[in-house]
């Protein structure tokens, strides 16, 4: 069959090593699909860089992403050039013109893909993102055909390999937030500007984009509450540690009797939990549907071929659907589009979770019952509490509490009036306890 051509949208890491895959693989996913995929057309404003990958390769080498998306030549433009304004620009003229389109930008996806899909339904073409979550880690494909027969309760994930490295050595090493961010950026696993990772928002692109998946609602980013790593101590992750804890930045999406949770922020989950122990840069995401109960999918989340692995794995989907009528593909979003729900997404005041606290109190009496009358008025029980001596000032002690389920505004009450108190020495931390069970 006549060969399916690609117009490939930057040569970065993932771009790179998709190219490479892509010719490295190019008999076994011949096999798989019937007809052979070739790159016919990069884009890339550094074309010698472009030359030097494709080195006696016969490929069109252009600066001008739209000219890719416009060629007639080509059939399915992979976008792999990330921000919000040319690739947003190529795709939608890639729609335009009948082209398919293949992408790894959530961060685009989760602010525009609404009207990304509209104009694709429109224009009956596919847009495939299975690179843009988790990296190599197939959960799109789980949750929009492998789960398929499930009403998804909740979903929960570990889906920023940067936040959980430096989660993972501060427990490890005993470390400081920023002696280890400073060590993530030497060994390249965070940018020379971390923003997006260690204050939640690329979690947030990416759980965004499954919540749409799992309950059949539209993109929802602005509505995502987010919450980075950068106020967490050591001290607050050597506490959960003696509780029975570990602390984890979480993307999490949930199907509540008011509306969709849609959050991202640091949580304790008990050690015993299979996803409490994944370390390092890996990725880990829990589903629970109600015919299979919670399913983990863990892998790499991020890399130049990982993620290429699943680039790849849209192009053969969409290489073997070109021979399928509209009609009868799996929807974009999972749900067919005039079937999507309007549930509203809760506001975080309202979201019921478990709280560990820490603070620091001035050493005299009376301070604890403030407290504890404190959280009683604001209908807030405690379900374990610790109190250690401040190694430098003897005047001062840290209390930790664990606290029963309350929703987010009485905690927030509560915080309010208890750091009001004289005696209180510092800020109160305060993290979000997940217990993750079936």
Excluded: C
């Excluded at 690609?6 to 892509?22: A, D, E, P, Q």
């Excluded at 096999?31 to 070739?38: A, C, K, L, P, V």
């Excluded at 690739?87 to 602010?111: C, D, M, P, R, S």
């Excluded at 949770?261 to 589903?287: C, D, F, S």
């Amino acid at each position: 069959m006549k060969p399916i051509h690609i117009g490939l949208l930057g040569v970065g890491t993932v771009g790179g090593g998709t190219y490479t895959v892509l010719k490295r693989n190019q008999q076994e996913i011949t096999r798989r699909t019937g007809r052979s995929i070739i790159v016919r057309m990069i884009a890339d404003l550094d074309q010698e860089k472009v030359r030097r990958l494709t080195a006696g390769d016969d490929v069109i080498v252009t600066a001008d992403a739209l000219e890719v998306a416009r060629h007639p030549e080509i059939d399915i433009v992979v976008e792999l050039m990330g921000g919000q304004t040319i690739a947003k620009q190529a795709i939608l003229e890639a729609i335009a013109h009948g082209k398919h389109v293949v992408t790894a930008n959530k961060a685009l996806l989760a602010i525009h893909g609404n009207e990304i899909f509209a104009a694709a339904q429109q224009h009956n073409v596919i847009v495939a993102f299975e690179a843009a979550v988790a990296g190599g880690i197939p959960i799109i494909k789980a949750l929009r055909e492998g789960l398929a027969a499930n009403h998804i309760e909740w979903i929960a994930g570990i889906i920023n390999g940067t936040s959980n490295f430096i989660l993972s050595e501060m427990r490890s090493k005993g470390l400081d937030f920023t002696t280890v961010l400073a060590e993530a950026q030497k060994l390249g696993y965070a940018e020379a500007d971390p923003t997006y990772d260690i204050e939640g928002i690329d979690a947030a692109h990416k759980i965004t984009i499954m919540s749409a998946l799992a309950f059949g609602i539209p993109v929802r980013f602005n509505q995502a509450y987010i919450e980075g790593i950068t106020k967490l101590a050591n001290d607050d992750i050597r506490y959960a540690e003696e509780l029975g804890y570990r602390i984890k930045l979480l993307g999490i999406t949930k199907r509540t009797a008011s509306g969709i949770e849609l959050r991202v922020h640091p949580a304790l989950i008990p050690v015993k939990r299979l996803i409490a122990n994944v370390e390092g840069v890996m990725n880990a995401i829990i589903v629970k549907g109600d015919a299979v109960g919670p399913t983990l999918y863990y892998g790499a989340g991020a890399g130049a071929e990982p993620t290429a692995s699943a680039v790849i794995a849209d192009l053969v989907d969409v290489t073997r659907l070109l021979t399928s009528s509209p009609e009868h593909r799996v929807p974009v979003l999972a749900f067919l589009p005039e079937l999507l729900s309007d549930t509203p997404i809760v506001p975080m005041e309202d979201v019921e979770t478990a709280y560990y606290l820490r603070f620091q109190v001035r050493d005299k009496s009376g301070v604890l019952a403030d407290v504890t009358r404190i959280l009683a008025d604001s209908h807030i029980s405690i379900s374990a509490m610790i109190q250690k001596e401040h190694a430098d000032k003897e005047d001062k002690v840290n209390i930790i509490m664990l606290l029963h389920k309350t929703r987010e505004k009485n905690i927030n009450t509560a915080i309010e009036k208890i750091q009001s108190l004289p005696a209180m020495a510092d800020k109160i931390i305060r993290i979000r306890l997940e217990e993750l069970g079936s």
